[in-house]
């Protein structure tokens, strides 16, 4: 298998195996590692065949994350880009067969005005949402990852545009879609980054601050409307003005300081809720965190285990935030780091290897 192919195959699996995995515990409150461990070596003990060889039946659902994910390889993969009819299209009739995958508790709204053959303006819906401002929540996010491997060849403004398109089917509120593209972007530099040496994880922030702060710079210049209570002061403060730079510097400080952050900080600074700036740092965080060494429970583990065990420990919205961990981690390592068990026991992975053959091959052809 050449290297590109291992990379595509992992980010898809990757977001898979979080997505079903870190479903178990989605919004459950606080769970302890012990308990996920004990999940993840049921999960090893089954090793997803019985005695005799035959496949044992799948353990893990996965949810709308997965959903969604793979409507959008399957738009890119069929119209070599983006089509707004289908991809709007596949959501909907994704959304009508299986309605009970744990869709957020909006969105289910804008499918069902997107259902409508009269609809002119396929991005009225999700523009009306929440009183015009759009849905903030990680749905657009938590399924980016093939657009991510749709434009490997691409640079970062076509990264950019195809996140938007994407995301504001359902998403239009500037923070969800930069969410969205701080997740798409992540994978993105996953892929490209060398990974026959120790990541550099400074630098890897320091990647996404970049391209984040310009985002976050031509936000700002955009002339708001202003309540006389909202009224923006002179002082300048970067956790309101510029979030996701704020987080990514937090997390290349906990990534550097001698003591190791807790549970309770990360969830408090990063998040682990179901908007986009709440969960999108916290899943590229897992993923840098878990290419460092590691005490105690996880210590023999691969950095993707890690990753995933990780990030589904930070609780709140652990499908979603082990999704976007795993997309990347991935990315990073290829699907030889990924144990077979744990694939063997989750709905949608042969679906997700097929996705990422046929994408592999898309951009080995348009290279
Ligand atoms: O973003 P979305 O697709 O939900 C994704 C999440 C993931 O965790 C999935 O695993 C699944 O469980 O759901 O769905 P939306 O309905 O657009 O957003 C999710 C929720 O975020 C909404 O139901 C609201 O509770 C909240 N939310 C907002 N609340 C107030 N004001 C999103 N945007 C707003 C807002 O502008
Ligand atoms: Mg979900
Ligand atoms: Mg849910
Ligand atoms: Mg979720």
């Not at 530099?189 to 976050?216: C, G, I, Q, R, S």
């Not at 300048?236 to 549970?263: A, F, G, M, W």
């Not at 919205?317 to 795993?326: K, L, P, R, Y």
Request: proline share 3%; glycine share 8%.
């Amino acid at each position: 298998m050449s290297k590109l192919l291992s990379r595509f195959q992992g980010s898809l699996v990757g977001a898979v195996l979080g997505d079903c995995i870190g479903a178990v515990y989605e919004l459950g409150g606080e769970i302890t590692l012990s308990e996920i461990l004990n999940t993840i070596y049921s999960i090893e003990a089954s090793g997803g065949t019985d005695n005799k060889g035959k496949q044992e039946e799948i353990l893990y659902s996965y949810t709308d994350d997965t959903a969604m994910a793979r409507s959008v390889a399957g738009s890119l993969i069929k119209h070599k880009g983006f089509q707004l009819k289908d991809m709007v299209k596949r959501f909907t009739s994704e959304y009508k067969s299986e309605p009970d995958r744990g869709y957020g508790g909006n969105v289910t709204t804008v499918f069902q005005l997107l259902d409508n053959p009269e609809l002119e303006d396929l991005y009225e819906p999700a523009r009306k949402q929440f009183d015009g401002q759009g849905s903030f929540g990680n749905g657009g996010s938590m399924r980016i990852v093939p657009a991510a491997l749709f434009s490997y060849n691409k640079d970062h403004s076509y990264v950019q545009t195809l996140t938007r398109q994407i995301t504001e089917i359902t998403h239009s509120h500037e923070q969800a879609i930069q969410g969205a593209i701080l997740q798409c972007l992540a994978v993105h530099l996953a892929l490209h980054a060398d990974n026959t040496t120790p990541l550099d994880t400074d630098l890897f922030v320091d990647n996404l601050k970049t391209y984040m702060n310009k985002l976050e710079e031509e936000e700002l210049k955009k002339p708001k409307v202003l309540t006389p209570t909202k009224k923006r002061t002179t002082r300048s403060s970067e956790k309101r003005d510029k979030p996701y730079c704020y987080k990514l510097d937090k997390i290349k400080e906990y990534l550097n300081q001698e003591k190791e952050v807790t549970v309770q900080e990360l969830i408090d600074v990063l998040g682990n809720d179901i908007s986009a700036l709440g969960s999108v740092p916290a899943a590229v965080f897992s993923f840098l965190r878990s290419s460092k060494p590691m005490t105690g429970e996880l210590k023999d583990r691969n950095s993707f285990e890690k990753t995933i065990i990780y990030a589904i420990s930070l609780n709140g919205d652990t499908d979603t935030i082990a999704t976007m961990a795993g997309a990347i981690a991935g990315a990073y390592y290829g699907i030889e780091a990924v144990p077979k068990s744990w694939q063997t026991c989750c709905e949608g992975v042969t679906d997700a290897i097929q996705y990422a053959n046929q994408l592999e091959e898309f951009v080995s052809k348009s290279k």
